[in-house]
């Protein structure tokens, strides 16, 4: 902030006005990025207790309210399949919904996870129960891979009913029922460590891994194991074990070893320290999504990114930015070349003036100054600010607070400049001092437009060309919108600190 500014607030209200400009931007992109359901899902499919719940609760932890989700020791609850998805806060909702391609009909919301008896008048093959949380994970930027829109999608990790519960018979339908669909990510098959090697975990296994040599995948084959209540002094063995059935089965099935990609993991979650757990997230996290970022079109986990990528051609904010610093930087240029070693019109005098005409006098000194500018009247009259597409995303922040700063900066060049060619203009032969003539009419706009370009919006400006390389779109706008609001805090600062600074305190 220069000296000769004068405030235009009281207080903190810079900030504030940019800050709601920004608020307004992200509820507009959370409107565009909102994601529709897609068809890819990722099942966990295991024996009645086998720590399916547990493990769909530990890797969500507090992202999941108590209320919204059963506990291990009541997995008996879950009658009804279970899928959990991406949604702005964690909800819990009936739905209605045959297949993973079907639309989702809301029936009902729920305050907490309903007990048995509440559902058994409710068609398993026809209702699900939908778990909202927010888990960007969970969206598929660029879509589901499985059709030519590629508007941000829902990724669903469905939780089915254990088999061998006893009381149920959609439980007891084969694997091939459970993986309804054709739309894997990959399933996940869970087993607790003392049953891997018993004779039902066998047959089951079977006839769970025929069903996957016939399901459709979005890439291969992709089968995650977790082996649960898995002591670590096991977790060597139990791992190899593990991995050697599968391989086994899937050979036997006709299955070359290379279609099926398998991960194994060994876990016990009633001891696991909580850095093992986070590593045991992110672990299952990057094999879950392997399959995505092998994909032809990488993935980008943030929806913003993804969002901002599908912003069309016109929305791409550089070229007027690079223009604010062009219009900028021509300012500051002209400025220099306006007054040279303190004069207006460099070398031009009354006596190189005399007996001319005021028009001709006139002429002259004007000719003379186009020359030490190195430019023509219309590009000095030129200074308008830039504008931004109608609609864009961004128009409210650019309109109220890029614009109004940048109006600010070019107004007193423009404005001495518009006085220049009056006073030139108005130029007379009886003037005795040109250069002292100048100086009295233009000196003390000058060194106001002059200071006006060095203030902290002003460096901001400048270094929009630099930005403007940055080939991610998204690093691009964050950068910028972080920026504007650390220039406007910093413009709000000065002005409650102002006396202090001009103290020198």
Not at 91 to 106: F, G, K, M, N, P
Not at 113 to 134: C, G, K, W
Not at 265 to 290: E, I, K, S
Not at 381 to 397: D, F, M
Request: charged share 20%.
């Amino acid at each position: 902030m220069t000296p000769n500014a004068v405030p235009r607030n009281t207080g903190f209200t810079r900030s504030l006005a940019v800050q709601q400009h920004l608020l307004s931007f992200s509820a507009n992109m959370m409107t565009q990025i909102q994601p529709q359901d897609g068809f890819l899902t990722a099942r966990f499919v295991g024996e009645f207790s086998a720590g399916k719940t547990r493990l769909l609760a530990e890797l969500f932890g507090d992202q999941i309210p108590p209320a919204l989700f059963p506990v291990s020791s009541l997995e008996r609850q879950t009658r009804l399949p279970l899928e959990i998805t991406y949604g702005d806060s964690p909800a819990l909702t009936l739905i209605q919904r045959e297949h993973d391609y079907s639309s989702a009909e809301t029936l009902e919301a729920f305050a907490h996870f309903p007990e048995r008896h509440e559902l058994a008048h409710l068609d398993p093959m026809q209702h699900r129960l939908r778990l909202t949380i927010n888990e960007p994970r969970l969206i598929l930027p660029d879509g589901d891979g499985y059709s030519a829109d590629k508007s941000p999608k829902r990724l669903f990790l469905i939780d089915t009913p254990g088999w061998n519960s006893g009381d149920d018979e959609i439980a007891e339908l084969s694997a091939a029922s459970l993986m309804t669909g054709y739309h894997n990510l990959a399933v996940i098959y869970v087993c607790q460590a003392a049953r891997l090697d018993g004779a039902t975990n066998a047959d089951h296994l079977r006839d769970f891994m025929s069903a996957l040599v016939d399901a459709d995948f979005f890439d291969q084959a992709k089968l995650l194991m977790v082996i649960t209540a898995c002591p670590d002094k096991d977790a060597a063995h139990l791992k190899q074990r593990a991995q050697d059935l599968a391989y086994r089965i899937w050979s036997e099935l006709d299955g070359e070893a290379n279609t099926l990609k398998l991960d194994v993991f060994c876990v016990d979650f009633q001891d696991l320290p909580t850095r093992d757990l986070h590593r045991f997230r992110d672990r299952f996290w990057d094999c879950l999504l392997a399959p995505l970022k092998h994909a032809t079109t990488p993935v980008n986990t943030n929806p913003w990114a993804a969002a901002l990528k599908r912003w069309p051609a016109d929305w791409d904010i550089s070229p007027q930015l690079l223009e604010s610093a062009q219009l900028l930087e021509r300012g500051k240029n002209l400025l220099d070349r306006a007054r040279v070693r303190e004069e207006f019109v460099e070398g031009m005098n009354m006596y190189r003036l005399m007996g001319l005409k005021p028009a001709e006098l006139r002429e002259k000194v004007l000719k003379s100054w186009l020359r030490q500018l190195a430019c023509d009247i219309a590009t000095l009259k030129n200074w308008t600010v830039p504008c931004l597409a109608t609609g864009h995303p961004l128009e409210q922040w650019w309109l109220h607070y890029w614009q109004v700063e940048l109006e600010q900066l070019i107004s007193p060049v423009r404005n001495f400049f518009a006085t220049a060619q009056r006073t030139i203009n108005r130029l007379t032969p009886d003037i005795e001092d040109l250069q002292l003539h100048l100086t009295q009419q233009l000196a003390a706009q000058h060194d106001v437009a002059t200071a006006t370009l060095t203030g902290s919006f002003a460096c901001l400006v400048q270094s929009m060309p630099a930005l403007c390389h940055e080939p991610a779109v998204e690093n691009r706008v964050a950068t910028l919108l972080s920026l504007s609001l650390l220039q406007s805090r910093y413009e709000d600062y000065y002005f409650q600190h102002r006396a202090e600074f001009a103290a020198g305190t």
